[in-house]
């Protein structure tokens, strides 16, 4: 049982610790340039994940000539490596408490871009057994998508995500 000379401690002890949670911000939303930086990460992994897929379509050239279907399971694990990529990018847009008026637009990213993963993974997978038809028909497969451009205050702050 606690005596009256340790419940003002617990309660000082209580203070403090909800003093201490405040000021680290708790869980509440992120700032506006705290949002632009974590979504300036994200599009500058995206980028050097596209770059890199990008690089792997091309260093496969003359194998596409002499064995498309070889080529097609190749490209299949470089689109495989690629969504992958986004979903390990998508994390920290998953896990921040966008500002009030940035919320509608991450909701709408994450969505598209958790789609889109999800298209890229089915490529990946027909790929990886040798279809190249799966590979020419990417454009196709992710037509549609529905992802949202950012609010221009946003854009301007997001400088890695522009163009």
């Known amino acids: 049982m606690m005596t009256l000379r340790r419940r003002p401690l617990v309660s000082l002890l209580l203070v403090v610790a909800a003093a201490s949670v405040a000021a680290c ?16 990460g994200f599009c500058s992994s ?37 969504s992958d990529k986004i979903g390990t990018s998508l994390g920290g847009l998953k896990g921040i408490e966008p500002p009030e ?40 497969t992710l037509g549609g998508l529905d992802v949202p451009n950012p609010p221009k205050d946003l854009e301007a702050k997001a400088t890695k995500c522009a163009g």
């Open 25 to 40: 911000g708790g869980s509440g939303a992120a700032s506006k340039d705290e949002y632009a930086a974590e979504l300036n």
């Open 101 to 140: 008026s940035y919320a509608k637009f991450n909701t709408g990213l994450v969505d598209g871009l958790t789609e889109a993963q999800t298209r890229l993974d089915k490529v990946a997978t027909s790929a990886k057994t040798g279809d190249v038809k799966s590979l020419g028909n990417i454009g196709q």
């Open 46 to 82: 995206f980028l050097t994940a596209t770059r890199d897929l990008q690089k792997s379509g091309t260093s496969l050239g003359a194998d596409a000539d002499a064995d498309p279907r070889d080529a097609a399971k190749k490209l299949g694990g470089a689109v495989q490596t690629f």
